[in-house]
């Protein structure tokens, strides 16, 4: 299970969400590009604000909860993006990530290199045996992205749930820890 919320990469550091995240989590995550295919976006700078709070008061890595967090330049700090991590009850279940930048920072790999790091701690230090991603089917970057990683399409469930009014397809990614490559 996961100990600390620190981890870098070559050329990223993934840790907390702090208060003065705020407005830079409020500017990309309101852009309605970047929101589309999300389940929460903040109207408000507000509501980034109070999302930040719920992170804080949470324990990272505990049995069934979505832990968000930062993804930032490793040498400036600046944060250029986020990585939700869905803890199942047990190490037995599938642990699920999602994976959002800030515009300015898409198309460099930051996406990739945030996700390798994580599933690689996933499957070889916290012990998860299955990882999953859930994408609607007409978010192309996020379905090339887990396809890089080796994720293996294995549902796409049609008009299975609704969103923002409308009924939408659910694109099921998994990966066993045992197919594993990257790291
Ligand atoms: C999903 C999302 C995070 C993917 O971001 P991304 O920038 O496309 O992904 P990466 O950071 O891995 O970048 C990959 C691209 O960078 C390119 N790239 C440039 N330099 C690179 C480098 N040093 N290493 C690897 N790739 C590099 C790759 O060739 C690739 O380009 P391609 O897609 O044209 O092949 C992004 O589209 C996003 O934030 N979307 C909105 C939020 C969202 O919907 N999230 C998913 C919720 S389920």
Known sequence: MPT??????ARLR????????ATALYDYRSDANVARYQGWWPTDLAQAEA?????????????????QLAIRD??????????????????????????????????????????????DLAFREWGYRR???SVDPRNAASMALLRSLGFRQEAHHVASYRF?????????FAMLATEWQGG
């Open 164 to 172: 923002r009014g409308e009924w939408v397809d659910d694109v099921i």
């Open 51 to 67: 999302f930040i709070a719920t992170q804080a008061a949470q324990v990272f890595g505990s049995p069934e909860s979505w832990c």
């Open 4 to 9: 600390s919320p620190e981890f870098l990469t």
């Open 74 to 119: 490793r040498d400036s700090s600046e944060l250029i993006g986020d990585i939700g991590i869905h803890f199942p009850g047990t190490t037995d279940d599938a642990i699920e990530f999602g994976v959002t930048l800030h515009p300015d920072r898409q198309g460099r790999g930051y996406a990739r290199e945030a996700l390798d790091r994580a599933i």
């Open 131 to 133: 990882a999953v991603g």
């Open 14 to 21: 993934l840790n907390r969400l702090l208060p003065a995240d």
